[in-house]
Structure formats: structure tokens, C-alpha cells
């Protein structure tokens, strides 16, 4: 089936930094979604892209769907410490995203 | 302005009994879905329902699972004979028509002692 590999699988960094993580995919997605989890919570939407190419904007994160629209990109620029979680990217298995497939996830560690 | 609401948020089960999880849709969402993450892990689509309908169970084990979404009331996920291995936070989600992005609710934590 179809399986999203998201890099780095974790990621240790100091306040105030940028940060950038990507998902790839061996097949072709028509919609990428951008998932923050935190201990003990559900998934909450960040970003959702719709076209490739696009590039969306929601405050500090930026998202991009490639080209290829066979991976996706987030950013975080000058991290704080609420955003530590773990960073999920997702897209449908079919078209309506009745079924999403969810990558293996980025834990993000904020040091102080 | 309620989310996806999901109880009970922790449940635990000696082996053999049942669990039952319960889901409230955001309000206006007519349609329902289950995913389960194990430990470590991302979110592992189980079913899609509708009012009385199952559209999509292709991720929902062949054995002891079950969903349903009746015309009044929650979705509920039934899980018969429980074992261990069915310990997981089970997410509920939610949409609206037509099949916008989906939002989750908190999910509920199994325990199988």
C-alpha cells in the first residue's frame, strides 16, 4: 500500500531556531495534509495543501506540495517552545479523503 | 463550539471483555471515521460511516471490531474479547459533506490488562 516516510524521524533543537521536515511518497498524492500531535491529544490540522506547488502559510509554519506532488514540505521558523509534538503529514488514499494515510511522524524537542 | 467528542478518554479492560468507544461529530459533520495508533506510531485508518451506513471497513480487523453510526446518537466502536494487543488510542474524526478535511477529536486511550 501506499506509505508516507517523513525525515528526520526526530529532531532536537534550541529555541528560536527554523525548522524544516519533509514526507515523501512513492505514489502520487492529490492532497497533502500537515498534522501537529501533542502527549495525550489528537491530531489538529496545521496546514492542508490542494494544488502541487502550492505553498501555504499559517503564521510561523510554512508547507509546500512538491511538484511531483510525491512529497511535501513543513517549515517552522524561530521555534518557541509550545511547538514541541509530533509533526504528522497525511493524504488520502483515494480521492475525498475518506482514508488518509498518516507518515511515521517527526518529534520535534525544543531545548531550552 | 464543540470539536469531535470522544468518550470515555481512558478506558481499561481486562482480557476477554468489551470496550465500547463513543463519538459525538462536530456539529453539521455528517460523516465519521475511526483510526487506531499504536504506541510509536502514526494514525491507521479503520472504518467510514455515515448516518446507518459503513461505506469504507477495509481497515477494521475481519474479527471482534465493529462500528456503527445510527441516526440518533454517537458512533460507536465495539471491541469484543479484548486482548492485549488492542491497547491503542482509537481517534475518532469528522467532516462535513462534501468530504472536506477531516478533524479529530482527542481520542480514547484502551488499556488491556
Known amino acids: 500500500g501506499q506509505q508516507l516516510n517523513q525525515s528526520p524521524q526526530s529532531m532536537f533543537i534550541q529555541e528560536g531556531e527554523d525548522v524544516s521536515m519533509n514526507c515523501t511518497s512513492s505514489?502520487?498524492?492529490?492532497?497533502w495534509l500537515w498534522y501537529k500531535q501533542e502527549p495525550g491529544e489528537g491530531p489538529v490540522l496545521l496546514i492542508a495543501?490542494?494544488?502541487?506547488?502550492e505553498l501555504t502559510s499559517n503564521g510561523r509554519l510554512t508547507a509546500q506540495f512538491g511538484i511531483t506532488r510525491k512529497d511535501s514540505f513543513l517549515n517552522i521558523s524561530a521555534s518557541i517552545p509550545s511547538d514541541v509534538g509530533i509533526y504528522f503529514c497525511?493524504?488520502?488514499?483515494?480521492?475525498?479523503?475518506?482514508?488518509?494515510?498518516f507518515g511515521t511522524g517527526t518529534r520535534l524537542t525544543i531545548i531550552p | 463550539n464543540a470539536g469531535v467528542m470522544q468518550n470515555p478518554r481512558h478506558l481499561v479492560r481486562r482480557r476477554g471483555q468489551e470496550a465500547r468507544l463513543r463519538c459525538s461529530p462536530m456539529?453539521?459533520?455528517?460523516?465519521v471515521y475511526w483510526y487506531r495508533q499504536l504506541p510509536e506510531e502514526g494514525l491507521k485508518f479503520m472504518v467510514y460511516?455515515?448516518?446507518?451506513?459503513?461505506?469504507?471497513e477495509s481497515g477494521m480487523p475481519k474479527e471482534r471490531f465493529s462500528a456503527e453510526f445510527p441516526k440518533e446518537g454517537p458512533s460507536i466502536l465495539r471491541i469484543q474479547q479484548v486482548v492485549r494487543g488492542d491497547s491503542a488510542a482509537y481517534f475518532c474524526?469528522?467532516?462535513?459533506?462534501?468530504?472536506?478535511?477531516?478533524?479529530f477529536g482527542e481520542g480514547s486511550w484502551l488499556t488491556v490488562v
Open positions: 460511516l455515515q448516518k446507518e451506513n459503513i461505506i469504507d
Open positions: 505514489s502520487i498524492f492529490n492532497t
Open positions: 495543501l490542494y494544488k502541487a506547488g
Open positions: 456539529k453539521g459533520h455528517s460523516h
Open positions: 474524526a469528522s467532516s462535513p459533506p462534501p468530504r472536506n478535511t477531516i478533524y
Open positions: 497525511a493524504g488520502p488514499l483515494n480521492f475525498g479523503n475518506e482514508k488518509l494515510t
